[in-house]
Structures are given as C-alpha cells and as structure tokens.
C-alpha cells in the first residue's frame, strides 16, 4: 500500500512527492477542502462578527466558538472508529459532499437574518463533519507515502493545506468587498464555499477503493458497538504512546493560550485598532492576520523538517514553546496593529511546529487500525482547549480588547505546555500493545 522511492532521506523535496499520484491526489483533495474551510469561516466571521446589521460582543463570540466547536468536541472520538472501519476514501467523499449541502443552508440562515442556534447549528454539522475530512486526509497519508518521510510529506500537505485556508479567507474578504457586507452580500460570499468542497469530493472520488486504508479492522461487526469504543481505544492508544501523549499535552497548552490571543485579538480589531498606514482594522485587519498567520505556517512547512533534523524533536518542540512565551510577552502586550501582527506570525510559526511533530508522531507511532481514532481524538481536545480559553477570555475581558494581564496568562500557557511535554516524554512506552508499531525513533516521535 504504501509507495517507496529508494532514494536518500535528504533529498527528497516537494517535486519527489509531487511526483507520487496518490499523494498528489491526496493533496489536491485537501487543497480543495481548505479552500473551502477558510472561505467558509472567514465569510461566517464577517456575518457574524463584521456585519453593519449586527452587533457581537465577547459572551456572543464565545457562544459561537462554543456552538461550532464543542458539540463536534462531544462526538469527535467515536467519528474515529468509523474512520478506522469505513473506507477513507468514501468517508472523505461523502462528508465533503453533505457539508456542501448544509454550507448553502448556512447561507440561507444568514440571508434571512438569523442569528443564535438557527444560524449555528447549520455551520456546526459543516464544521463537524469536516474533521472527518480532516482526520481522514491525516490518516490516510502513511498510505501513499513510506513512513521514513513522513515529516516532509506531512509538512508540505499540512502547510500548503493551512496556506490554502488562508486563501480561502482571502477570498471571502474578496467576495464580501463585491457583494455587500450585510447580510445578503455575506450568504453569497459563504455559500460559494460549496465549489471548494465539491472540488474535493470529485478528486477524491478518483481514488480506488481501499486505497487509502484501514488496511485491517480490528472492531466488531456491530457499527454502534465500534463507534461506542471510538473514545476508549483513542485515549488508550495515546497514553500508551508517549511520544504521542507528551506532544498533544503541548498543542494542547499552545491552543489554549492562542484562543485567549485570538478573542482579545477580534475584540482589538473590533472595537479599538485603528489603520496603520496600508495596515487596517477591522475584518480587513483579520485577513492581515489571517496572511501573517499563514506566511507562519508556509515558513513552518519550509523549516520544520531540517529544525528536527539539526536538534531533534524534543528540543525543537521545546524552543518553540520559548520562543511563543517570548512573543506574547514582546510582541503582544503593546496591543498595536502592527505588533499583533507580528506576534500572530510567530505565535502561528511556532505552534505549526509542534504541530507538525505531533501528527508525525500519530503517523509514525499510531498503528493503522486505530490510528483513525487517535487522529479524531486528537482534534476533539485540540478544539475543547481552545472553546474553553475563548469562553473564560470572554468573561473577563473588556469589551475593547485591551488586558495585558490576560496575554501574560497565556504566556504562562505556553511555560505550562513545555512543563507537562517534558514529563510525559520521560515516560517508558508501552511495548507490543495491539495497535502501535515500531520502536520510539528520535527522528519521527516526539520524546
């Protein structure tokens, strides 16, 4: 199943992988999907969050953070069991079709004004089922690339993914700034998200079946009784990894303390920012945002690989920890344009390295049988920490944005992080456990 070029470690680039179909294919299915995602966000931001015709204060923005995020969070880990029992290949064709479907009911929602629970649920099943996509592209890749290059192969589609989400954002400013603000301008704007998601069906659609895994199913033939142990495997299958186990802990502290940053920073562009020359406030300040984020993200793609190749994974994970701490001390408490800016670059850079480390981790410790599940369990706390850093930033933060206390707290986030990785990476693996393959690697793992 999996393709092998026989060829030196360090010569492989972009143009070698490029040239694997399945991996190409696999990455234009992701490109398409992102596109989608981040036009699907960034114009449901502008309806919500930038629109002349409401209002957003922080318990609102939280109750959408809230309402999209967590009830996904809920069910998350069981959607693993089903990734580790279907064909990936259908299951990424189908919820890319159904989300497309509830994307133009979103738009319907907000061209009719509504806001609250009619508006969110419709985006929630987007959102939703879009981490089977997610988990499912992420799982899939051990399949079409040998695992020896798996951080390379990773870091090109995770980064050129986030790159095209930024894009995708980009785009919905666009269209906004065509169609009109308000709320018949932003159902246009998200509803033409739907050519994304289609797109990425279709390509999907090329694969032949199997292709992309599970390559055995180690569950009962009772679907309710595999999707009621999704949770229970996936939790297992971490702590039993503990390159795994340390590296999520780490994300872990690094979202919590970047959804703090991030409702501060929609409250400064919101209600306090002001232009800075060519630099500007307001959602147009968020797509700077999103464009800082994203050249984090790109550099991040570029770099990761030859940063652990030079200091290995731990200390790679570790000196991106600093270096966030750092920038959100120096960068983020002067709370100007252009210094929130820069923090968001680097703040992003980072946390995309350890990113990147982790799911190498699960692509490299994870067997295939229930690496599905770890991938799904991954997201479902990656998005329970960052609803609930936005919901209690919500409860105490002025309505302008402006609290150096909280950006100090989530510096400490970050110190928190790199504490409990180093912990748990000193833990013993568990040996021969069904599930997990190989033996703890300095080059892939994370500890």
């Known amino acids: 199943m999996v393709t092998t070029l026989a060829v030196e470690k360090h010569h492989w680039g972009s ?21 989608g995602d981040g036009l699907f966000q960034a114009g449901l931001a502008g309806a919500v969050l930038f629109n002349p015709e409401r209002q957003a204060d922080p318990a609102a ?24 029992r279907w064909d990936r290949k259908k299951v990424i064709l189908v919820a890319n079709v159904t989300r497309a479907a509830f994307v133009l009911l979103t738009a319907l929602a907000v061209s009719a004004g509504l806001s609250g629970l009619p508006l969110y649920v419709s985006a929630l099943i987007v959102m ?20 020896d290059h798996l951080v390379e192969a990773n870091a090109l589609a995770t980064t050129a993914g986030a790159v095209m ?20 301008g932003s159902a246009w704007t998200t509803s033409i998200a739907v050519v994304g998601l289609l797109l990425s069906a ?13 390559d055995e199913v180690d569950e009962p033939h009772n679907a309710m009784t595999a999707v009621a142990r999704g949770l229970l495997d996936g939790a297992k299958a971490t702590w039993r990894t503990p390159s795994v186990t340390a590296g999520l802990a780490a994300l872990l502290a690094h979202r ?45 793609g570029i770099l990761t690989d030859r940063i652990v190749d030079r200091f290995g994974v731990k200390r790679t994970i570790c000196g ?40 190498t981790a699960v692509q490299h410790d994870v067997g295939d049988e229930v690496r599905g599940r770890v991938f799904a369990l991954y997201d479902t706390l990656f998005n329970i920490a960052q609803v609930t850093a936005v919901s209690i930033t919500a409860m105490v933060v002025p309505l302008d944005g402006r609290s150096p206390g909280l950006l100090l707290v989530a510096a400490s986030l970050y110190l928190v992080g790199l504490g409990a990785y180093l912990v748990l990476s000193a833990r013993k693996r568990q040996v021969q456990h069904p599930g997990l393959v190989g033996e703890d690697d300095s080059r892939h793992s994370i500890g």
């Open 165 to 184: 989400a930024v894009i995708g954002a980009a785009s919905a400013i666009g269209f906004r700034t065509l169609l009109g603000a308000g709320d018949g």
């Open 61 to 84: 923005i939280a109750a959408g953070f809230a309402v999209l995020l967590l009830p996904y969070s809920l069910i998350g880990p069981f959607t693993g069991a089903l990734l580790d």
């Open 202 to 214: 279709f390509i999907a659609s090329r694969f032949k079946a199997g292709v992309l895994g599970p």
């Open 320 to 359: 991106a920890l600093l270096l966030t701490a750092s920038a959100q001390v120096g960068l983020g408490l002067p709370m100007t344009l252009p210094s929130i800016l820069l923090a968001s670059f680097v703040i992003i850079f980072a946390g995309q390295i350890v990113k990147l480390c982790v799911d």
């Open 128 to 147: 939703g089922i879009g981490r089977f996509v997610g988990s499912g592209l992420s799982a899939s890749l051990p399949h079409v690339v040998d695992e």
């Open 256 to 300: 919590a303390a970047f959804g703090m940053s991030l409702m501060i920073t929609l409250l400064l562009m919101r209600y306090s920012l002001e232009d800075v020359g060519i630099l500007k406030a307001g959602i147009g300040g968020l797509g700077e945002v999103a464009v800082a984020g994203g050249a984090g993200v790109l550099l991040a």
């Open 15 to 35: 143009r070698r992988f490029l040239g694997i179909p399945a991996y190409r294919r696999l990455l234009a299915t992701r490109l398409a999907s992102q596109w």
